[in-house]
Structure formats: C-alpha cells, structure tokens
C-alpha cells in the first residue's frame, strides 16, 4: 500500500505543470515592477517616455507599457510598445514579446528576443536573419534603484548604439 502511495504521488509531482515562479528566484522582474520614467537617447534624439511594469497572469509574466511623451502630428504618441516577459520554467532563459506602433507585424519571430540573466542585467537577442539582429540589455542599478537600458544594432557582427536610456523610479 505504501509502495502505491509513492508511486501515485511521483505520479501527481510528474503531471504537475512547471511554473516560473518554482525556479530559484533572480529577484529582477520584481525589481522591474513599478511606474517609471524613461531618458534620454533613441535613434540620436532625446526621448522621454513613461513605462509600467506589471505582474500579469499569477505573476507568470511581467507586461510593460511604453508610451513616449513626445506626439505624432495626430496627436498619439510617438511611440508605443507592448512588450511582454516570461521565464522558459525549465531553462530559467528569458523571453520577451515586443509589439510597437512601429510597424504592426502579427507576431512575427524577429519580434521575440531570449535572453539569460547575467548578473544584475538581463540582456535579449532578437535575432532578424542569419546576419542582422538587435540586442536590448536591462541592467539594474542597485544604489540608485534604477536601470540602464541599452539598444544595439547588429549587423554581421558590427554593433551600434540605437538607444542609451535611464529608467527611474515616478
């Protein structure tokens, strides 16, 4: 009988689905979590943007929404993302879902970026072809209690500065 209860047991543990949150803490998506202010350089100009970051879904994922201060001549912001965070429950890897009023494009792949927690940054690729790609890194600050954002484009190895920007806290 207790043979059984074992084995329905390893049973239940096994069909259990896996979780984000069973893996070892990192402690940076909850440093992510909050309103914040965006500054300073996108594509050689200054920008300031307003961002939230949000648990969502039980906390299996983290939504942040980006909107630029700055106004299109309709009268919307400039810019607007949607980007949505998640931890691989298995790899512990990152990925990130980024949608933007840029340009809409159903989901396609080169819109995901996966990255690995490295330290205190937490760094994506997004990979667009075997040649061109673009990386954001989220590094956070821990004395100031805020993070630096950086954007590269990468082209056949070569990368160059998109964006340099500060978030802080509102």
């Not at 207790?2 to 893996?23: G, N, T």
């Not at 949505?84 to 792949?109: H, I, K, Q, V």
């Not at 995901?112 to 760094?123: E, K, L, N």
Request: proline share 6%.
């Amino acid at each position: 009988m207790k043979i059984c209860a074992c084995a329905l047991m390893l049973v239940a543990l096994a069909a259990s689905p896996l979780r984000a949150q069973d893996l070892p803490p990192d402690s940076l998506f909850d440093r992510l979590v909050g309103r914040w202010v965006l500054t300073g350089t996108i594509a050689h100009q200054q920008t300031t943007h307003d961002v939230t970051f949000e648990w969502m879904l039980g906390r299996e994922y983290v939504q942040m929404h980006e909107v630029s201060r700055e106004r299109a001549p309709n009268g919307t912001p400039a810019y607007e993302a949607v980007v949505l965070f998640g931890r691989d429950p298995r790899s512990g890897e990152y990925a990130c879902l980024w949608m933007d009023n840029t340009g809409a494009a159903a989901f396609d792949p080169a819109g995901t970026g996966r990255g690995t927690v490295a330290g205190d940054s937490i760094p994506f690729l997004f990979r667009y072809d075997a040649r061109d790609s673009f990386h954001t890194t989220f590094v956070y600050d821990r004395p100031s209690d805020s993070w630096q954002w950086h954007m590269d484009n990468d082209s056949a190895g070569v990368r160059r500065p998109f964006a340099r920007v500060t978030l802080t806290r509102r």
